[in-house]
């Protein structure tokens, strides 16, 4: 089979799937195998797959079909231009939580150093590392309840060699309680309705751990814990961001009020509010909307 009769019957398997542009994920598909530029695939299309490439191939077409991420499939996401490790024990990093990570480093600037920093629920590790890699003045500690998510996170700390600044915590956060407070407090909770779940796209309901997904009865379980949290984490001046889902943002910022804090909100740029900030100080990332909201 050469390429050009391989990316055919790939589109085929994937359209039936229900996948969308099923012609170019065949192509990015195999160029992964191939491990080629995608114009590569293109302009060669009479190039013969041997037999063993052959089959990996419509290995991952059937794994694709079959609604798996391709970022599960290739065990790699790109966040904050770094490329990160990921595997079905953790969410895959979405654009959306980059400007949570982007806030984070607008406000660690204005603390003195060295910073520290607690990421809830941690996941891939994609938030802490970034914050490590790019803010060379912080000592994050990272916590979550999946040990296996853990283990991802690590990877990543070490692939970004900033391993050394982060320690990564198997911890509950409804028992957790910190040594010395932080200057920053920041967290993508789950934030999804339990009954919610099952109505998402079958790349997240099908494969994405429930564990992380899962915030409740309303989506706001965790912020309350977080909420409650906040007196005995924070410095007397710290700060505490976390992302939120479509419309959760006024109730998540009168729980961070109702706390003594002064709050703000961010928005992604599709203009949906997604980071809420809550501050002891009046210590706020650039760009945000204070309250009253």
Same mark, same amino acid.
């Given at each position: ?48 797959? $041997? ?29 904050? $231009? ?212």
């Amino acid at each position: 089979m050469n390429i050009k009769e391989a990316l055919t019957v790939a589109a085929d398997i994937l359209k039936n799937g229900n996948i969308h542009a099923p012609v170019r994920e065949a192509g990015v598909l195999l160029a992964y195998v191939m491990k080629k530029d995608l114009s590569f695939i293109y302009a060669h299309p009479e190039e013969m797959l $041997s037999e063993q490439l052959e089959r990996e191939y419509m290995d991952i077409v059937s794994k694709r079909s079959n609604r798996m991420p391709f970022q599960y499939i290739s065990n790699n996401q790109e966040f904050m $231009s770094l490329d990160f490790y990921v595997n079905q024990n953790c969410l895959i990093p979405r654009p959306d939580t980059e400007i949570l990570v982007e806030a984070a480093l607008d406000i660690i600037k204005r603390y003195r150093e060295p910073v520290r920093v607690l990421d809830i629920g941690t996941g891939s590790g994609a938030i802490a590392v970034s914050i490590a890699y790019y803010a060379k003045n912080t000592v994050i500690d990272a916590i979550d309840i999946s040990e296996s998510a853990l283990q991802v996170a690590a990877i990543n700390a070490k692939k970004h060699q900033v391993h050394d600044r982060i320690a990564f915590l198997n911890a509950d956060l409804r028992s957790f309680s910190a040594e010395k407070p932080y200057s920053v407090v920041i967290s993508n909770p789950p934030y999804i309705p339990s009954g919610d779940i099952k109505n998402l796209m079958p790349e997240v309901a099908n494969y994405e751990p429930v564990l992380a997904l899962d915030g409740g009865d309303d989506g706001l379980d965790f912020y309350r814990i977080i909420a409650s949290k906040l007196a005995n984490l924070l410095t007397p001046d710290g700060t505490v961001l976390t992302e939120v889902g479509m419309g959760q943002h006024a109730q998540v910022m009168n729980m961070f009020e109702k706390e003594g804090m002064n709050v703000s909100v961010l928005k992604d740029l599709a203009g949906i509010n997604r980071v809420v900030c809550g501050s002891f100080g009046n210590i706020f990332p650039k760009n945000c909307i204070k309250s009253p909201f």
